[in-house]
């Protein structure tokens, strides 16, 4: 009969040569090479494990130049690694120029947000900007040599047309104002984040806009129904480009002003969950929404010092409501109590 002490070193001496078999492995190249973060693989596939690094040394090899993306998405509940991941021809891909990340399901994530993924297992593959260009629910040998197959094919006849059609938008910029900017507006809702010509058309398209949003603010002067109603055309004009963006956020504040609260705290909170939202787009929302709990505030000082409680009360309650989401609508449920 074993004893506790024997029991133990045994599971140990079992973990332990589980540990140098998986060792093995990766120093052979008989396992797919992992990227620890979809950053790490993005920025070019520069943080490799220290045993791959390892194992290149050993065997002479040169890292190769990394062209595509492979997320492996796997349930909280994985035990152990599907087997199809120990097939040498994804082996091999792995070490050629496709970056794999493996990573757990988790339905906050933003990658898995933008790429529309809300379960688990799921593969994506895509471009190393994070973009993706084909995806599966399952981590069968079909569906991840489907992928394999398909994807580098689908980023390069992407990049090409995005090539061409910022050519041709940037001709027509020259020759006719009016359908150049038309021709750049749909130029960007259509281009993914993270190439050149979506820089250099988003940055344009900021240039000509800056002016249309200054126009905003003499829209504002005249009335509040002007203002909503000349960033509402530019909204539709400009679509989910960021002066499109922007003048929804405007739009929103102004709702408020006009006294439709709940209507404009609504509106800046769903934009404040769209994907990749810029760092100056997410910045004007929060201010917004900022600017809006403030105008909320002084409702809530206004309410107390009413001599009736019981009105006072049902103000309170209806702040409370109106402004849900934000500092004074926490505020003004505590105080209503």
């Known amino acids: 009969m074993k004893t506790p002490i024997a029991t133990a070193a045994l599971l140990l001496a079992c973990a332990a040569s589980g540990v140098a078999q998986r060792d093995r492995d990766d120093m052979l190249g008989r396992r797919v090479t992992w990227y620890p973060s979809i950053e790490s693989a993005t920025g070019g596939g520069g943080e490799l494990s220290e045993m791959e690094r390892r194992r290149m040394r050993f065997f002479g090899e040169q890292q190769v130049e990394k062209k595509f993306l492979f997320v492996y998405v796997r349930p909280l509940n994985e035990e152990k690694e599907p087997n199809e991941f120990a097939n040498q021809d994804v082996v091999t891909q792995s070490r050629g120029a496709w970056c794999f990340v493996k990573m757990d399901f988790d339905k906050e994530n933003r990658w898995l947000k933008a790429w529309g993924v809300g379960r688990a297992p799921a593969i994506i593959g895509g471009d190393l900007h994070g973009n993706d260009f084909g995806k599966a629910a399952a981590a069968s040998i079909d569906a991840i040599r489907g992928l394999i197959k398909t994807v580098p094919d689908a980023v390069t006849k992407y990049e090409a047309k995005l090539r061409s059609d910022w050519s041709r938008v940037n001709d027509t910029l020259k020759l006719e ?120 505030e002084k409702k809530i000082d206004n309410a107390l010092v009413n001599p009736d409680r019981n009105a006072a009360r049902e103000v309170l309650r209806k702040l409370a409501s109106d402004y849900a989401g934000t500092d004074a609508g926490r505020r003004a449920s505590d105080v209503s109590k």
């Open 177 to 296: 104002d009016e359908k150049g900017a038309k021709l750049l507006v749909d130029f960007c809702q259509f281009a993914k984040p993270g190439y050149k010509e979506t820089g250099e058309a988003n940055t344009r398209l900021t240039e000509i806009s800056e002016a249309a949003l200054r126009r905003g603010e003499l829209a504002e002067s005249v009335g509040v129904d002007t203002g909503i109603s000349y960033y509402d055309e530019l909204s539709k004009t400009y679509g989910k480009t960021a002066p499109g963006i922007l003048s929804q956020i405007r739009s929103a504040f102004l709702e408020h002003e006009r006294g439709n609260v709940r209507k404009a705290i609504d509106a800046l909170q769903k934009i404040q969950k769209l994907d990749r939202l810029s760092p100056h787009e997410m910045e004007e929302a929060n201010r917004s929404l900022h600017e809006i709990s403030k105008r909320g």
